[in-house]
């Protein structure tokens, strides 16, 4: 029964290692690619900006144009949630095209591979995240407004990039 804890143990410290150097190895790929932004902006002539303005004004990943519906992964049911967290899983649904074309500025891209403001919505992650809910419930009341998708973008660059 002893050795059993201990392995177990050591599992745990083994596992809790692997992560911290996961961790670690994605904020060094960060700060990499930060330094990278930095040293083509020095030799393209631009050095009025400095690394949090760069950061800022990074839009994350987006569509230009809208993609087919199909081409989407689907989104959770928005009756597995509750208030505006089930509100902005049901404008997921409505239309996800537009959200396609919308940036995440939560910058998951960078942290989990999200390719626009949809992949959100495909699985838990906007049911935890303030920016996720809130650029949906935006997006859908400047839809209603009968502003384009790219007015939408605009708007929530102008919006969320600071």
């Known amino acids: 029964m002893k050795k059993r804890t201990i392995w177990i143990i050591l599992a745990v410290i083994a596992g809790g290692i692997i992560l911290f150097a996961l961790v670690q190895r994605q904020q060094g790929n960060r700060q990499q690619r930060t330094v990278a932004a930095h040293a083509s902006n020095a030799t393209s002539g631009s050095t009025s900006e ?47 095209e537009v959200l ?36 949906a419930l935006t997006a ?13 973008r605009e708007a929530i660059i102008a919006q969320y990039s600071d």
């Open 100 to 135: 396609a074309q919308l940036p995440c500025y939560c910058h998951c891209d960078m942290s989990l591979g999200h390719k626009s403001l949809t992949s959100c919505f495909e699985d838990n992650h906007a049911a935890n995240c303030a920016t996720c809910i809130s650029e």
């Open 50 to 96: 400095s690394p949090k303005s760069s950061e800022a004004a990074r839009v994350p990943a987006h569509y230009e144009t809208a993609p087919s519906r199909s081409s989407l992964g689907s989104t959770l049911p928005p009756e597995r949630f509750t208030g505006k967290a089930r509100d902005a899983y049901q404008v997921s649904r409505e239309i996800p």
């Open 140 to 152: 859908d009341a400047l839809k209603k407004q009968g502003l384009s998708a790219a007015q939408i």
